[in-house]
Structure formats: C-alpha cells, structure tokens
C-alpha cells in the first residue's frame, strides 16, 4: 500500500480543496473535509490509471506533513 500526503485548505467560500504534492495536478474539492476526501480518492484512482495507460511511472511518496509555528 502507498501512502501520499494529502493538502486539505479550506477556502473562503466555505468548500475545501485538496490536492498532493507528489502528483502535480491531482486535485479536488468539496463542500465538506469529507467530500472533498472521497473525491481526492477518486481522483487518484483516476489519475494512477492515467499514467499507467499512458505508461508512465507513478511518482514514489515524498512530501511529508509539519507544522510551523511563529509568534503573532
């Protein structure tokens, strides 16, 4: 099993968007952290299978999650 690290923001509208780093232009959004989850795993079904017809290689894991924080 491959794990990607995933970047959830949360727009001013009110939706999320979501996309991972290692896998330029694999996006999504939704209305909800939820929805917006469940379409991210759709779209990386979709975009894996894209670049295996395509036969291309799928990017290894690289990104990683920290939080920094600073004085305001």
Request: glycine share 6%; proline share 7%; net charge positive.
């Amino acid at each position: 099993m491959t794990s990607y690290t995933v970047v959830l923001e949360h727009e001013e509208d009110g939706r999320y968007s979501v996309y991972i780093p290692d896998l330029p232009g694999c996006t999504s959004m939704g209305k909800t952290k939820r929805e917006a989850m469940a379409n991210m795993r759709e779209a990386l079904v979709c975009y894996l299978e894209g670049l295996k017809k395509l036969k291309r290689p799928v990017p290894r894991p690289r990104a990683s999650f920290q939080t920094l924080r600073i004085a305001s």
